[in-house]
């Protein structure tokens, strides 16, 4: 198992920095937003027709890259860092991942090379994006094969041009997939504090579907640790930007006749920042590498979620009061990432969630 | 080179099984190198038979009491000696602090007359650093050496002496030109502590122990021959010698597995203490929840500790980034005794006698001694300091 960066992967990194740099830019952001789609064509495109990011940790066999979770990693980190918005995590990630871990051989087949290539983009419908233990109770299939229910959040489930569900029935749990002009379908936009990854809710009233794949619970269990462990990467790129460029201030901000990042308690909240980074960071890397290296990971990625979800919220509480009246205008760019740390953190579980998942694989009993 | 790092690989497996001494293995003692103390037939034992390899120092030259490993090597033999339980032969702060600062710094002669020495386990050091009026501001320190042929002559006081009991020699910043602004006329020299001008009294500290000393110095010698780096210059050697020291106390380095700080698992596996309170159906769902963070900050520190301890390997040498480890770690060392503190009610709370057991009284002491470790080695506020200044780059 590999526990550095190869440096394929660091030059890796920098194309997918470059293109970002020029291609997601933070009034880029600002502008996407207020759109109902909230994402760019023609980036969308570049992303998955000239760099093929979009198919990068999908399996060769079925269109994709063939890389794991340490290159979806570095792109997730990337895009993070930069506030990219678009279907990326929804489609490429939570609908790809669900159909490479739980879609049986022809569903593959067919679906993981439109999602690889970009082609198409699908929204995966969850009932529930607080808890695994969730999913599968509000969405139901009938007798009659029929789906029925709400789910009240999916990312990006108004732009996808194609849905996937994970949905109950009296057979057990099973991914099934939609189409957009079906019968019974409902979509609504939800407004978060978030408007850089955009919400819907999906409501179904007997709504047709096409059999995916069956789910087992250890497979969801699976599944939604690697969804966790990429949202983290995402987070972390998040965070490592939004410390970098507040600790740049502190070196600008003149106050007393002195930078304030001068001041004995800006620098001690910094390093303890720097620490709580640091740490999530070789937690999240780890990770990724074992699972990378086809090691088992029982209780790492939601170890990972938990400590990403505390540093980047603390991160980004920090980088609003340390600049100051600043901070909390409009205007500065540092909202944006407050307000993703705050979704983000809550997505697929919060940090309490999660340590309590934890305390469950460990074997502690509870406290009932 | 793979088949020659595999053929060394089985050649020190071998030499260890048939080699290392049953006394050498498991939990024990380990030889400190002091000549004042004793210790088992095989922990001498050990110490002498991996020194004749040069061992004890597996990456110092021959020439100097060491094996000229590689790092790849060093890391094969501490390996092999993980596998079989063997403990080190030697640990003390010749080994993991003076000498390296000695290779870097010395001259041929230093390196010559002391070396081998600490290679041999034939000298314990004590580092004489603090002072009442030099904590955390150490370069305020005010003991004097003037030189007087060739030897320094030395007055002051240094406190927080480890081991300064048992030392044979002390490493020593003195003050060698008042003139000179605070951080340019301090010089690091090196002198026996058996000699009239040096005065040990052992401090009593919160937890009844004393692992600390007062060191008086009454014009003590040390001779010029012993002055390390340049006059008035040692201040850069003394800095050197603490990131040695910190990142053996982070655990960083190409080191045996035993640098983990105190009471730190191995894995996100709970230890036995904690994981008796955490199974106990009395225990609260918050305290559970209190043990399962430390777990998880103590998991990622290792992490952490793995990725940089493995671009230490690949040629980096430890820097500022020693002081992420050592704020790091002391905390960790310190909340782990706190929480099992907390977890035990008032079975916690005994000082000495009967009504409390062995193990609870251990861990009350534990929970006291373990205020000192935030403090000793730079205070966390003082690494928070040097983290700022040199990791982020704040301004002063």
Redesign the interface.
Known sequence: MQ??YTDDQNQFRSVVSRFLEAHATTSQARELQETASGFDQAVWHQMSGELGLVGTHLPEAYGGFGFGMIELGIVLEEMGRRLYCGPFFSSAVLSGLAVAELADEANKIELLPKIASGEERVALVLDDLNQVEGIGHQLMISDQGLLSGTAPMVIDGLSAQRLLVIAGSATGLGLYQVDKGAQGLSITPRVSVDQTRKLAEVVFVDTATQFVGRVSPEALNRFWDLASVALSHEMIGGAERLLEDT?AY??LRVQFG??I??V?A???R???L??TL???K??T??VSFSLAAGEEEK??PS?VK??VSDCYRDIAIAAIQLRGGIGFTWENDTHLWFRRAKCSEVLLGTA?YH??R??QS??????A | MTTSIEAFRSETRDWLRTNCPPGAIGPGEIHSGSTKMSFQADTVAWLEIMADRGWTVPMWPKAYGGADLSLDQAKVLYEEMAAIGARLPLINMGTRMLGPTLLEYGTEAQKLRHLPVIARGGAAWCQGYSEPGAGSDLAGLSTKAVLQGDQFVIHGQKIWTSGAQNADWMFCLVRTDSDAPKHQGISFVLLPMDQPGVTIKPIKLLSGSSPFCETFLDGAIAEKSDLVGKLNEGWAVGKRLLQHERSGQGGLGPGPVRSRPVGVTVD???SEVLARY??D?QT??SQ??AV??WN??N???Q??Q??MG??VR?GKTPGAATS?FK??GASLAQDKQSLTAELMGCAGIGWEGEGFSEEEIGATRSWLASRAVTIYGGTN?V???I???R??????
């Open positions: 526990t550095l600790i502190t070196k002195r930078p990042g001068s004995q800006i620098k001690h910094c390093a303890d720097l620490l640091e740490f999530a070789a937690a890397q780890h209780h790492h170890m938990a400590m309490g340590r309590e934890m305390i460990l074997g502690g009993q509870d406290a | 996100l596996e709970l955490v199974a159906p609260k769902s559970r929840e399962l963070r998880m900050r998991r990622a520190f992490l952490t793995a990725r493995q671009e690949d992420m704020l790091y506020e690494q928070a300091n983290i700022a200044k990791v982020l780059g704040l301004p002063d």
